[in-house]
């Protein structure tokens, strides 16, 4: 329909001047797709706000939070030095266990070491030696079977025109690929697959078929996006940037002030252990 007029497009109508059954469809399916595109923008904009509010908290507020867990833990630690009460020193295990510890040498290291130190793998890496390829598998009797098989029935030289070869190409791809992982069942399943031949083209929509299919993904595409915003909305960070959508920063700065209340206070109470 004319934005202007008001009056049925030419597009739109029939042979006899009536509307194409259609064409309301259409305009359906225009307005879905105008509407999950700024959706979308939205979406992505309070997505971006989210990480770099987040990359901003991290960076200005993380020490401050790793400072007042180290302080818990070393007043804890101090309180059940003090009392000896078994369940001070269970706190105190508790409030330690929170501090970020530092990585031991089997985390850096990972599997480099081994029960006679440093893995060969490892040591050929740290010295620039050529590290040994992985072993294979010798594939079985049955799966080379196959293999050969397939091979022979389906290999692209076989094919007649050009899209055979294509489909050809693919298939011996997949091939390929089950033998070198020796997949014996893979294997089978795709003998049957060359023995029941392509798949038919399916045939082809109708217009209408292919509107209402085009509105049902604009939904469900609708339904994901709004489900991503409640996750982002629900989120620690999201729910902070929704007490200051206009002012993030000063929200950080006010953050910042109350932990750095919090460290003098723990630093005080830390301190009167100290005195005798």
């Given at each position: ?28 399916v225009r307005a879905a797709e105008q509407a ?56 105190a295990r508790d409030a330690r266990s929170l ?104 045939a082809a929509p109708s217009e209408s078929e ?67």
């Amino acid at each position: 329909m004319s934005e202007q007029s008001g009056q049925t497009a030419p597009e739109e109508q029939t042979a006899s001047g009536d509307e194409r059954p259609e064409a309301r469809l259409e305009r359906a399916v225009r307005a879905a797709e105008q509407a999950l595109i700024e959706f979308e923008i939205a979406v992505e904009t309070f997505r971006v706000e989210v990480e770099n509010f987040s990359r901003l908290h991290h960076q200005k507020l993380g020490p401050m939070y790793s400072r007042l867990d180290e302080l818990d833990a070393l007043i804890a630690e101090a309180k059940a030095a003090r009392s000896g009460d078994p369940e001070d020193l269970r706190r105190a295990r508790d409030a330690r266990s929170l501090v970020m510890p530092m990585p031991g040498v089997d985390e850096l290291f990972h599997d480099w070491l081994g029960s006679d130190g440093i893995s060969d793998d490892a040591a050929a890496m740290l010295t620039e030696r050529p590290v040994r390829p992985p072993e294979r598998v010798r594939p079985s009797e049955e799966v080379r079977r196959l293999y050969r098989e397939l091979v022979r029935r389906a290999h692209p030289d076989l094919a007649q025109d050009e899209s055979e070869r294509t489909r050809r190409d693919a298939f011996i791809a997949r091939v390929n690929a089950a033998y070198g992982r020796g997949e014996e069942q893979l294997l089978r399943e795709l003998a049957e697959e060359w023995d029941a031949g392509p798949v038919p083209p399916a045939a082809a929509p109708s217009e209408s078929e292919e509107l209402y299919a085009r509105l049902e993904w604009l939904s469900q595409r609708k339904e994901l996006l709004s489900m991503v915003a409640k996750e982002l909305e629900d989120s620690a960070i999201g729910a902070m940037l929704r007490m200051a959508p206009d002012d993030p920063d000063r929200l950080l700065e006010e953050i910042a002030e109350q932990l750095l209340a919090q460290v003098s206070e723990r630093e005080a109470e830390l301190a009167s252990f100290a005195t005798p």
